[in-house]
């Protein structure tokens, strides 16, 4: 058991090392966005500096006159000073940008040393954690994380079915779209075969609603579990989307009356279509959250065998 300790310990060194290279490269990465835009605003100066200098040396015999004697000399001293101070700024600049980069750049290579840092200490506790439970000395506090990290595992996997059915009905409803497109015209029609290829048409739209009002009750089933398990409130969503075939049916028979185009048929899926991105946006909102909570109860974890390593040695 020593080794696998002394292991930990070793390895929890490295990604606390890792941590710390993380936040450096943000504020580093920070900076060279302050320091570019810093630049950009130099190079401006640079050119409008050299611009007055060039204006002033080409100053013609009446327009000198109109200076104050030795006003000309003085303030074509005084533009090339303020074009010197912008070049050396820029230059300053330029010298800066790259040392940023370069200690950027060593950072970078370092961080990515240690890209499996948290896997290898993952089972390493793992290890441990097994270790503990055959001595039975394992740490009752660890069973409250373990009930967590078990929740917020079950909540990331709905999360991702439910987001995966969303997008397999907005696939159908882009396909109800297209079809839709290709009848040129809607309403009654005099020529037998424009009714032929019209009904056609429309049975194909018809196959890939059913298609997607399946879909969508499936999303809807899952949005619902969602509220139940995990007290999640998309009530609400599900309510914007659970009438659909309905709608879409109503607002055939609009375009069919109105002998217009299949406009309100096309405005209902497209409206269908944005309410099923905000939501997907919503629940890969919720897996953000969710992960960053794993992840922290999984910290906590460690450092409780940490310690319990630690105060095992006297330390």
């Known amino acids: 058991m020593k080794d696998i300790d002394k292991k930990i310990l070793a390895i929890n060194k490295e990604l606390q090392r890792k941590e710390k290279i993380q936040i450096h490269l943000n504020n580093l990465m920070s900076l060279i966005e302050k320091r570019n835009l810093a630049l950009q605003e130099v190079e401006e100066k640079v050119r409008k500096e050299e611009q007055d200098v060039k204006k002033l040396e080409k100053l013609n015999l009446f327009s000198t006159f109109q200076f104050v004697l030795g006003s000309r000399e003085k303030q074509l001293e005084k533009e090339r000073q303020e074009f010197l101070q912008a070049v050396l700024k820029r230059k300053g600049l330029i010298e800066n940008i790259k040392a940023i980069e370069k200690e950027k750049s060593i950072l970078e290579r370092s961080f990515t ?128 989307l659970e009438k659909f075939l309905d709608q879409f049916i109503d607002c055939l028979i609009t375009d069919w009356i109105v002998r217009s185009k299949l406009e309100n048929s096309i405005h209902l899926v497209l409206n269908v279509i944005d309410k099923i991105t905000v939501i997907n946006a919503m629940l890969e909102y919720e897996m953000e959250k969710t992960n960053n909570y794993i992840k922290e109860e999984k910290k906590m974890k460690t450092e409780i065998i940490i310690n319990l390593i630690k105060k095992s040695k006297g330390e």
Request: net charge positive; proline share 1%; aromatic share 8%.
């Open 113 to 240: 040393s240690l890209h499996d840092i948290e896997t290898e200490l993952e089972k390493l506790i793992n290890t441990k954690t097994e270790l503990l439970k055959s001595n039975n000395s394992y740490p009752a506090a660890l069973n409250r994380y373990n009930e967590k990290l078990a929740s917020f595992d079950s909540r990331i996997r709905e999360l991702n079915v439910t987001i995966k059915q969303g997008e397999k009905a907005k696939k159908e409803l882009h396909k109800i779209i297209v079809n839709l497109g290709k009848v040129d015209n809607w309403g009654y029609k005099e020529k037998a075969s424009e009714i032929i290829k019209v009904n056609r048409q429309i049975d194909r739209t018809h196959k890939h609603v059913y298609i997607a009002n399946n879909f969508l009750q499936r999303y809807e089933e899952e949005l619902l579990d969602l509220t139940d398990h995990f007290e999640m409130r998309y009530r609400k969503e599900v309510q914007m």
